[in-house]
């Protein structure tokens, strides 16, 4: 980082926009009274500035926080995006402020015995096509399955029923989306756990207790000449752990992370002996403290040995050093170029040799070519092959809300990153492009043969903070199918919102349907909008939303085809008190015959939720 300081903000300023990106509020006890205590004190002085204050930022109010677990604000300023807040005060009041926000002490999570499987784990060394082994079901990221590997077909798809539910401990926000290896799911926890369960049970088969919530998908590798695979998962601290998928024995781990900023909210992938990992910042956050020093991070893919976990390369998004160009209003230094988080899951093309990964927007000026991009990279060495830039001179950071903070960019832009890497997929002739979705609301092919060159693009949002397109469209059988939130206007609106799901010729962009997101019944925290990823197979198409509801949609017209209402208490394998919430970040999994979807998502005041739903078609 060449000698650039980095600087801890003080609590109460950083802590503005901290929560207003990490806010997670779940289901509590709201009947015991608060108490004078050392906790009422902490928040008093560190915190009720920002949640109590004049609303001019999206932090939750105190009787939002009231409503959170113990365990979640603990981890939160231990483990999450609030970690360098709770780094500068005692144990005892990191502690003492969450007991008293959830009004109960802070106790760890036990399972009864029931909700362990008891009997030996089968076979795992057998690799199959029909695994779910990494963002989107494979390397190539399309989200599509076949109708062998889904196990269903689209006619299964109007008698589908709850087969079985699992409930995450004092969880409040679900965004592992589940791997499958035959019959065996591997799911990532709020609080760095990660489950092994049966897929038709759902019944714990192993549990692997990590340092840091697990956001993607736990990826899984092929065997290897022993037999033997490996279950690789990184948490939000940037740490990557291989584990034996058998027994859940941790085999290495390695920390990737390079700045005290760093993070991962994306899913590795692995593919010839290496675990490809991309890196993002929460420097956009802690910019919006007029005396951060702001910024000095790069995003970056990391490609590590799957059977040492050592570092082989690693490719910064930004090619330069961040340094010294000038001076805030405050009168604090400003550096630059920084940012370009990755913050998506990276895609393999074998055949071509590349990785693909969607980058976002620079956090100060000078802005970089590589910004709110789509980078192709060399599988081997991580050496820069070609980039697409969709949007140029995007500067922001979280200074530029409602009242434009010291570390704002002068003419921000408009906060409009990729938050997929594109898919590899084939057109109805045989030829292979790439397709991705952007926040701005655009959707965009790419030709892989001619360095990104764009075949087509199509607006099917107007875009914003939150999408536009956020977390991913899917392909298949000819055609693109992009969940559109459109919930936050953005900084230049252009048009008007189209919240719902599209359906795009994959040759041509020519829009063929559309569906407008179902409007919200009379409860809080439920926007009409999609903003998770979408799954498909032939003839459906599965796509999650923010009221909660997980729904099934005809590929040739878009008509309804089933829907499931996850807003409600649920009765659970594992013995946990359990609810569904709003759907967002990784979308369902389809495997084994079976549709899976983690539900809770109470980041941007949306519905909190701890739970993992699993539905199959129902018996006769």
Same mark, same amino acid.
């Given at each position: 980082?060449?000698?650039?300081?980095?600087?801890? @903000?003080?609590?109460?300023?950083?802590?503005?926009?901290?929560?207003?990106?990490?806010?997670?509020?779940?289901?509590?006890?709201?009947?015991?009274?608060?108490?004078?205590?050392?906790?009422?004190?902490?928040?008093?002085?560190?915190?009720?500035?920002?949640?109590?204050?004049?609303?001019?930022?999206?932090?939750?109010?105190?009787?939002?926080?009231?409503?959170?677990?113990?365990?979640?604000?603990?981890?939160?300023?231990?483990?999450?995006?609030?970690?360098?807040?709770?780094?500068?005060?005692?144990?005892?009041?990191?502690? $003492?402020?969450?007991?008293?926000?959830?009004?109960?002490?802070?106790?760890?999570?036990?399972?009864?015995?029931?909700?362990?499987?008891?009997?030996?784990?089968?076979?795992?060394?057998?690799?199959?096509?029909?695994?779910?082994?990494?963002?989107?079901?494979?390397?190539?990221?399309?989200?599509?399955?076949?109708?062998? !590997?889904?196990?269903?077909?689209?006619?299964?798809?109007?008698?589908?029923?709850?087969?079985?539910?699992?409930?995450?401990?004092?969880?409040?926000?679900?965004?592992?989306?589940?791997?499958?290896?035959?019959?065996?799911?591997?799911?990532?926890?709020?609080?760095?756990?990660?489950?092994?369960?049966?897929?038709?049970?759902?019944?714990?088969?192993?549990?692997?207790?990590?340092?840091?919530?697990?956001?993607?998908?736990?990826?899984?590798?092929?065997?290897?000449?022993?037999?033997?695979?490996?279950?690789?998962?990184?948490?939000?601290?940037?740490?990557?752990?291989?584990?034996?998928?058998?027994?859940?024995?941790?085999?290495?781990?390695?920390?990737?992370?390079?700045?005290?900023?760093?993070?991962?909210?994306?899913?590795?992938?692995?593919?010839?002996?290496?675990?490809?990992?991309?890196?993002?910042?929460?420097?956009?956050?802690?910019?919006?403290?007029?005396?951060?020093?702001?910024?000095?991070?790069?995003? $970056?893919?990391?490609?590590?040995?799957?059977?040492?976990?050592?570092?082989?390369?690693?490719?910064?998004?930004?090619?330069?050093?961040?340094?010294?160009?000038?001076?805030?209003?405050?009168?604090?230094?400003?550096?630059?170029?920084?940012?370009?988080?990755?913050?998506?899951?990276?895609?393999?093309?074998?055949?071509?040799?590349?990785?693909?990964?969607?980058?976002?927007?620079?956090?100060?000026?000078?802005?970089?070519?590589?910004?709110?991009?789509?980078?192709?990279?060399?599988? !081997?060495?991580?050496?820069?092959?070609?980039?697409?830039?969709?949007?140029?001179?995007? @500067?922001?950071?979280?200074?530029?809300?409602?009242?434009?903070?010291?570390?704002?960019?002068?003419?921000?832009?408009?906060?409009?990153?990729?938050?997929?890497?594109?898919?590899?997929?084939?057109?109805?002739?045989?030829?292979?492009?790439?397709?991705?979705? !952007?926040?701005?609301?655009?959707?965009?092919?790419?030709?892989?043969?001619?360095?990104?060159?764009?075949?087509?693009?199509?607006?099917?949002?107007?875009?914003?903070?939150?999408?536009?397109?956020?977390?991913?469209?899917?392909?298949?059988?000819?055609?693109?199918?992009?969940?559109?939130?459109?919930?936050?206007?953005?900084?230049?609106?252009?048009?008007?919102?189209?919240?719902?799901?599209?359906?795009?010729?994959?040759?041509?962009?020519?829009?063929?349907?559309?569906?407008?997101?179902?409007?919200?019944?009379?409860?809080?925290?439920?926007?009409?909008?999609?903003?998770?990823?979408? @799954?498909?197979?032939?003839?459906?198409?599965?796509?999650?939303?923010?009221?909660?509801?997980?729904?099934?949609?005809?590929?040739?017209?878009?008509?309804?085809?089933?829907?499931?209402?996850?807003?409600?208490?649920?009765?659970?394998?594992?013995?946990?008190?359990?609810?569904?919430?709003?759907?967002?970040?990784?979308?369902?999994?389809?495997?084994?015959?079976?549709?899976?979807?983690?539900?809770?998502?109470? $980041?941007?005041? !949306?519905?909190?939720?701890?739970?993992?739903?699993?539905?199959?078609?129902?018996?006769?």
């Amino acid at each position: 980082m060449s000698g650039v300081p980095y600087q801890v @903000a003080p609590t109460s300023l950083l802590a503005l926009r901290l929560i207003a990106i990490i806010a997670v509020v779940a289901a509590g006890d709201a009947s015991l009274a608060p108490a004078q205590t050392r906790g009422q004190v902490v928040y008093r002085d560190k915190c009720a500035g920002c949640h109590d204050g004049d609303g001019s930022v999206r932090a939750p109010r105190s009787t939002s926080l009231n409503a959170m677990t113990a365990r979640a604000i603990l981890a939160t300023l231990t483990q999450g995006a609030m970690r360098e807040v709770g780094a500068a005060l005692p144990e005892e009041d990191r502690r $003492a402020v969450a007991e008293y926000l959830s009004r109960r002490p802070v106790a760890p999570a036990a399972f009864p015995a029931s909700a362990y499987c008891g009997r030996p784990l089968g076979p795992t060394s057998a690799a199959s096509a029909l695994d779910w082994t990494a963002w989107g079901g494979s390397p190539s990221g399309t989200g599509f399955r076949t109708a062998e !590997q889904a196990g269903l077909r689209a006619a299964d798809v109007p008698g589908l029923e709850l087969r079985w539910a699992f409930g995450f401990p004092d969880g409040t926000v679900t965004r592992s989306q589940p791997s499958v290896a035959g019959n065996q799911i591997l799911v990532g926890g709020q609080f760095g756990e990660i489950y092994s369960l049966d897929l038709t049970t759902g019944c714990i088969q192993w549990v692997f207790e990590g340092e840091a919530a697990v956001k993607g998908v736990v990826a899984i590798s092929p065997p290897n000449d022993m037999g033997q695979r490996t279950a690789i998962a990184a948490d939000f601290r940037t740490t990557v752990v291989a584990l034996d998928l058998a027994t859940g024995t941790p085999r290495w781990k390695t920390r990737v992370g390079d700045h005290p900023s760093s993070n991962i909210t994306g899913s590795p992938v692995v593919h010839g002996g290496l675990v490809y990992v991309p890196v993002s910042s929460m420097e956009v956050v802690a910019a919006g403290n007029p005396v951060y020093r702001c910024c000095t991070s790069s995003g $970056a893919v990391v490609a590590l040995d799957l059977v040492t976990g050592a570092v082989v390369w690693r490719h910064r998004a930004i090619e330069e050093d961040a340094k010294e160009v000038g001076t805030t209003s405050a009168g604090v230094p400003i550096f630059g170029p920084a940012g370009v988080p990755i913050w998506s899951s990276p895609t393999v093309d074998a055949r071509r040799g590349l990785l693909y990964v969607g980058t976002g927007e620079n956090y100060t000026r000078p802005t970089s070519p590589t910004s709110d991009a789509i980078l192709a990279l060399n599988l !081997q060495t991580g050496r820069l092959v070609w980039s697409f830039q969709a949007t140029a001179d995007d @500067a922001y950071n979280m200074a530029c809300g409602i009242r434009k903070g010291a570390n704002c960019p002068t003419a921000h832009g408009p906060d409009v990153d990729f938050g997929q890497a594109p898919l590899l997929t084939t057109l109805p002739d045989g030829r292979e492009i790439l397709v991705v979705g !952007q926040k701005l609301g655009v959707v965009y092919a790419l030709d892989p043969d001619h360095r990104g060159a764009v075949v087509w693009q199509a607006r099917v949002g107007r875009g914003g903070a939150l999408g536009g397109i956020h977390w991913g469209v899917v392909a298949g059988e000819g055609r693109v199918f992009a969940p559109v939130s459109d919930r936050l206007t953005g900084i230049d609106p252009v048009g008007e919102a189209r919240p719902g799901l599209h359906a795009l010729d994959l040759t041509t962009g020519a829009v063929l349907w559309s569906q407008p997101a179902p409007p919200c019944v009379a409860r809080a925290g439920c926007f009409a909008a999609f903003s998770a990823a979408a @799954a498909a197979m032939p003839g459906a198409v599965f796509a999650g939303g923010l009221d909660g509801s997980l729904r099934a949609y005809a590929a040739d017209d878009g008509r309804l085809l089933w829907a499931f209402d996850t807003v409600r208490e649920l009765t659970t394998v594992n013995g946990v008190a359990a609810r569904g919430g709003a759907i967002d970040g990784p979308g369902p999994t389809i495997a084994g015959g079976m549709v899976f979807v983690s539900s809770g998502y109470a $980041a941007f005041g !949306q519905t909190p939720g701890n739970a993992l739903l699993a539905f199959g078609v129902k018996r006769p």
